[in-house]
């Protein structure tokens, strides 16, 4: 039996509707801090445009050739989120694979901002798609929990409200499964007055001298009237994907006065939202110029979960009825869904059984094609639907089912997870992993003397040859002082 085609997730785009812009619409909005959905003449929200999006900003959709080879390389079938287009973007995922066949470490990084106490389901989508690739490529994973950064976006919110939002947040990601050997969690808050994070700040300022106001004005939209905590943030959270800003997981002395260029050298896979980009672009466009050179970061990017309320909208913490959250109980959930969620069928039952639904835009619909595995039986659903053969009364009990397992599964999870757990995962330390048992290519290194290689692909030619230089330079220096402690001793 040959695979169905992956059923439509998403209502038609913006250049499906029209060919022009409606006189008097407004575009959608897009950035780390605030989306809005595009709103024709009359104001009706219309949905999200991915494809403008990565047309704008320039980054590759994922087509099936790439997940072809991710299955060829890896040895896994694609995620059901790849395979049904949800994670739609890329920058540079084909340059992680070449990593991974030659059986060289990169670095997983993701993060959270906790603005709640507990997270919604749609928080968990790229948690959950990062544990997956966890799994799969069996790498090192830092999560980074912005607390600093909620605090300075939102006035209402104290960094000490943030921080134990932070805690919070984090149990909860536990309890999606990460493994503890390979994983770091970290609040920023904590983290930067650690004995730790010495390179991760020094790799911070560093990079805050190769940015002008300029540059994150025009990534972020900042003006005259933002506060410099607001300007200077961006710097903490784009050098938290580089591999020399944690220096301890890979076994190296986090109070070395001397970062490591081997580790700065290491790539980095960034799973996120789409809206999180202009972050990583301001990233991608230094990193070569730091003074231990790193290869730019590669992104995989999600479409959003929309709100309960329909296309266009994003779940909200300011919004209970947006959203679906991990701490809802099984009558909430039933609610919620059943009074709140837009429904894509006919105004009566009649219409619907002649005219049949529309799954494009029916919310219970949009959330089976993220939790429910079954293709087959996802796409049984959407043709019935559309046919009329499926009420919206039935497509609501489907959701409400796949959603209570969900969450009640998580909260079982999520019981268990103590204090002392948490403090396991964010305590500083060396982490264990495997990565690719059986490489098909060979790494990525000329062996010039004993211990001395190129560094990884990913850096400019120029920028590996200062890699190079320097890390030959570190080794000097540790030769000589080694040498000169065994005489100082004899």
Not at 99 to 119: H, I, K, Q, V
Not at 371 to 387: H, I, P, S, T, V
């Amino acid at each position: 039996m040959t695979e169905p085609e992956p059923p439509s997730v998403a209502a038609l785009s913006l250049s499906e509707t029209a060919t022009t812009e409606p006189k008097g619409a407004s575009e959608q909005e897009i950035n780390p801090w605030d989306v809005q959905a595009a709103t024709d003449d009359q104001g009706n929200v219309l949905a999200f445009d991915y494809e403008a999006i990565s047309k704008k900003w320039a980054t590759n959709l994922i087509d099936k050739a790439l997940l072809e080879r991710f299955e060829r390389v890896t040895g896994h079938k694609p995620h059901r989120w790849l395979r049904r287009g949800l994670f739609f973007s890329h920058r540079d995922l084909d340059r992680i694979l070449d990593t991974y066949e030659r059986g060289e470490d990169f670095l997983l990084y993701t993060g959270r901002g906790p603005s709640s106490g507990s997270m919604h389901i749609g928080h968990t989508i790229p948690f959950e798609f990062t544990k997956w690739l966890q799994d799969v490529f069996d790498v090192p994973l830092v999560i980074m929990l912005t607390d600093d950064e909620k605090a300075l976006f939102k006035e209402s919110l104290t960094f000490e409200d943030t921080l134990k939002f932070a805690y919070e947040n984090a149990k909860d990601i536990i309890a999606l499964g990460f493994d503890l050997k390979k994983t770091f969690i970290y609040s920023d808050i904590k983290f930067y007055g650690s004995g730790g994070a010495g390179h991760f700040v020094t790799n911070a300022l560093e990079f805050s001298k190769l940015i002008t106001f300029n540059q994150v004005r025009g990534a972020f939209g900042f003006d005259a009237s933002t506060n410099t905590g607001r300007i200077f943030f961006p710097s903490f959270q784009c050098v938290a994907a580089f591999g020399s800003s944690y220096p301890f997981i890979w076994g190296e002395d986090p109070q070395s006065d001397t970062r490591f260029a081997k580790l700065a050298a290491i790539p980095c896979l960034i799973p996120c939202a789409i809206d999180q980009d202009p972050y990583f672009r301001l990233v991608r466009d230094n990193a070569n110029r730091m003074r231990f050179p790193s290869p730019k970061p590669a992104l995989i990017h999600s479409k959003f979960l929309t709100a309960l309320q329909g296309a266009g909208g994003k779940m909200s913490a300011s919004n209970p009825n947006s959203a679906i959250y991990m701490s809802d109980s099984e009558k909430q959930i039933k609610n919620k869904i059943n009074k709140h969620a837009f429904s894509g069928g006919q105004e009566t039952l009649e219409l619907h059984r002649e005219l049949g639904g529309n799954p494009d835009i029916d919310v219970p619909y949009q959330y089976l094609t993220y939790f429910e595995d079954d293709d087959e039986k996802l796409q049984g659903f959407y043709d019935a639907y559309k046919k009329g053969d499926m009420l919206t009364g039935e497509m609501k009990k489907e959701c409400v089912d796949v959603m209570i397992a969900y969450v009640r599964k998580f909260q079982e999870a999520r019981s268990k997870v103590t204090d002392e757990i948490l403090a396991e995962y964010m305590k500083i330390r060396k982490l264990e992993w495997k990565g690719n048992p059986h490489p098909t290519k060979p790494k990525n290194t000329e062996t010039k003397a004993e211990g001395e290689t190129k560094p990884a692909e990913g850096l400019s030619k120029n920028a590996a040859k200062k890699a190079a230089k320097l890390e030959e330079l570190r080794k000097k220096k540790e030769a000589a002082a080694a040498a000169a402690a065994a005489a100082g001793k004899s």
